[in-house]
T-cell receptor, first 114, second 113 residues
Framework: GNSVTQMEGPVTLSEEAFLTINCTYT??????LFWYVQYPGEGLQLLLK?????DKGSNKGFEATYRKETTSFHLEKGSVQVSDSAVYFC?????????????FGQGTRLTINP | NAGVTQTPKFRILKIGQSMTLQCTQD?????MYWYRQDPGMGLKLIYY???????DKGEVPNGYNVSRSTTEDFPLRLELAAPSQTSVYFC????????????FGPGTRLTVL
């Protein structure tokens, strides 16, 4: 079946550091890819998405490019802030029509120190 | 709009007890979902619904039941609670159409002792 693998956490960085969180996937067909973020005590929020190969999703300074040749969707940010501390989930969607079912990676906890 | 709301926020159950986790959305979304999140793991899909009266199993449906009598509500029922059901439960909804974002509720933390 389809699956998503994220880099192991936790990740701890200093403010203004460069961030990369790796995500690779296994899927039949051509899924859409997503990054969701979960702040402490809250539900998940969509951070960005890409629906086809070579698409780049971006939001709040975060970027990720859908790489079909390497089956990857790595999350990057050039300069992180303390407010970026959260758990980040990579996910793919199964099904283009009808209800899209999300398959999640295990999540990566990110802590940014001032 | 309140978005997706879930009640209760926390609950402790004894083995064998039953309970219903409530989920309501006010965005008129057709699609609704229930996920569970175990410590250090991603979310796993329990059940989903494409509209009132229509539900289907996800990856981990055993021990749970759902119903969808209205567009707004999608309750999750645990009939005989087991320690393996200790988890955080998230409800989500999405509008009809491809590539649409799922909107998540704040979650219910359930402990079964």
């Amino acid at each position: 079946g389809n699956s998503v693998t994220q880099m192991e956490g936790p990740v701890t960085l200093s403010e203004e550091a460069f961030l990369t969180i790796n995500c690779t996937y296994t899927a039949t067909g051509y899924p859409s890819l997503f990054w969701y973020v979960q702040y402490p005590g809250e539900g998940l929020q969509l951070l960005l998405k890409a629906t086809k190969a070579d698409d780049k999703g971006s939001n709040k300074g975060f970027e990720a490019t859908y790489r079909k040749e390497t089956t990857s969707f790595h999350l990057e940010k050039g300069s992180v802030q303390v407010s970026d501390s959260a758990v980040y989930f990579c996910a793919l969607s199964e099904g283009v029509q009808g209800a899209q079912k999300l398959v999640f990676g295990q999540g990566t906890r990110l802590t940014i120190n001032p | 709009n309140a978005g997706v709301t879930q009640t209760p926020k926390f609950r402790i159950l004894k083995i064998g007890q039953s309970m219903t986790l409530q989920c309501t959305q006010d965005m008129n979304h057709n699609y609704m979902y229930w996920y569970r999140q175990d410590p250090g793991m991603g979310l796993k899909l329990i059940y989903y619904s494409v509209g009132a009266g229509i539900t289907d199993k996800g990856e981990v449906p055993n021990g749970y039941n759902v119903s969808r009598s209205t567009t707004e509500d999608f309750p999750l029922r645990l009939e005989l609670a087991a320690p393996s059901q200790t988890s955080v439960y998230f409800c989500a909804s999405a509008p009809q159409g491809a590539y649409n974002e799922q909107f998540f509720g704040p979650g219910t933390r359930l402990t079964v002792l």
